[in-house]
């Protein structure tokens, strides 16, 4: 099984390939990786983005005023119970987005973010 942390770079480079410039940041119990989607994709770039978007545990779209952000979540431990997963549907604050980086020194954050829907 390829670790947590791989995955999420894997996704990550994947958006990165597809001209998206994604973020990761770092949980108690799941890696998140987003990324703003340019009007101006392609279909194949497109294609490209949804397949990495599904190497990740959960993933989705959201479309708003703003434009259209993409994100998927690795969970980092092997529980996750039905009221985990549904706070992963609860919209974000996406001031907490860090570069597409290593783990921040000291290891994972103590909080859980919500992903949104």
């Known amino acids: 099984m390829v670790p947590p942390a ?3 770079q894997d996704i990550a480079a994947s958006l990165t390939a597809a001209a998206c410039r994604p973020q990761v940041t770092w949980h108690s119990d799941h890696i998140r990786i987003e990324t703003d989607v340019p ?3 392609s279909l194949h770039r ?3 983005l949804l397949a990495a978007l599904e190497r990740g545990d959960r993933f989705g779209l959201r479309r708003d005023a703003e434009g259209c952000l993409a ?3 690795v969970f ?3 529980s996750h119970r039905a009221d985990d997963v ?3 549907r609860r919209d974000t604050d ?3 987005r ?3 980086t290593a783990p921040p020194p000291g290891g994972m954050a103590n909080s859980l973010e919500e992903l949104p829907t």
């Open 86 to 88: 549904s706070r992963l």
């Open 94 to 96: 996406s001031s907490q």
């Open 39 to 41: 009007e101006s994709l």
């Open 6 to 8: 791989l995955r999420a």
């Open 71 to 73: 994100w998927a979540a």
């Open 76 to 78: 980092t431990g092997t």
């Open 46 to 48: 497109w294609q490209a």
């Open 98 to 100: 860090t570069p597409a």
